[in-house]
């Protein structure tokens, strides 16, 4: 083989070598993290029915806002709007509650209390899509309210009720700006009566004979007191009711969960891992594979130039 040749195969195994090297590194830093697969909000539709099933006013929807029944609200359907994707294992609970009010409408609500709740919970197979003709959804029933009431849909499954404690939370009370529940979807009002009755009026006393008084020795009067100035009691300030109704949203989280308990790392001795740039266990290996194909290519560049500096 001549000078030339012997030059010409060194260049080429250097060049080998260091592409070898390289092309390891390369890769090892562009690998990525996979997604985490979290939940998302979902949108929520719903329709009212009656006990035979047949719809009452306008079918699926996902309009929000405080409605005024003509009839009691006592049964809800619910489905996931269609053209939504929804993970496996999320899960989102949507509740149906009723309470007795002081009045018809929120901005006479008063203090509301809680009489029945009602809670489901729709996943992917609550969807909707084509050819769904026929096919049973799930349904909330709540206590029929006999008096004025408010009955709430919303996308959690916390009771409030005013209790404290996880699952539960305050009442909705519109004088004092309270309004729950949260995530509401819809609600509605009405009633033609108070839930509690008048107040009992006191028994009038039994006349009895009046005894006879003897006057009293009239006396000096006393000189009173100059009368100062009275001052009216000072009221503590409350923060003015809001004639809003509470905000609706047809969209819901998804049920909170614990996340899974991950197995404690083993020990190694090597450096701490590339997180940030999704390299695995084999980085290590793979760098030290380019670090040896690095130095094989360098010496044969060594011996090249030496090649061609005694042809010179």
Request: aromatic letters at 6%.
């Amino acid at each position: 083989m001549s000078r030339r040749q012997r030059s010409r195969t060194l260049y080429a195994l250097a060049a080998t070598a260091f592409a070898a090297g390289a092309l390891p590194v390369l890769a090892a830093g562009t690998a990525s993290a996979l997604s985490d697969g979290g939940c998302r909000s979902a949108t929520v539709q719903y329709r009212l029915v009656d006990t035979d099933g047949k719809t009452i006013g306008p079918d699926w929807t996902s309009q929000g806002g405080f409605h005024q029944w003509t009839s009691v609200p006592g049964t809800v359907e619910v489905r996931l709007a269609p053209d939504q994707k929804v993970g496996d294992g999320c899960t989102y609970p949507v509740s149906l509650a009723e309470y007795t009010t002081e009045g018809p409408d929120w901005l006479s609500s008063g203090r509301q209390a809680l009489v029945d709740k009602s809670t489901v919970y729709l996943d992917a197979k609550d969807v909707a899509g084509s050819g769904d003709a026929g096919r049973t959804w799930q349904k909330l029933t709540v206590k029929s309210p006999d008096c004025y009431g408010q009955i709430d849909l919303y996308g959690d499954d916390v009771t409030y009720d005013g209790k404290t404690g996880e699952g539960h939370g305050a009442l909705p009370d519109q004088p004092s700006g309270v309004m729950t529940p949260y995530h509401l979807i819809a609600a509605w009002n009405g009633g033609d009566k108070a839930c509690e009755p008048a107040a009992p009026e006191s028994p009038t006393p039994t006349p009895g004979e009046a005894t006879p008084s003897t006057p009293a020795t009239p006396t000096a009067p006393e000189e009173s007191a100059p009368q100062q100035e009275s001052k009216p009691p000072v009221e503590a300030s409350k923060p003015p009711a809001s004639t809003a109704t509470p905000p609706t949203t047809s969209d819901v989280p998804p049920l909170a969960s614990k996340p899974p308990v991950s197995p404690a790392p083993s020990p190694t001795d090597s450096a701490t891992p590339l997180a940030e740039t999704g390299a695995n266990s084999s980085t290590g290996l793979i760098a030290g594979g380019a670090v040896a194909a690095l130095a094989v290519g360098a010496g044969a560049v060594y011996l090249a130039s030496r090649a061609r500096s005694n042809r010179a």
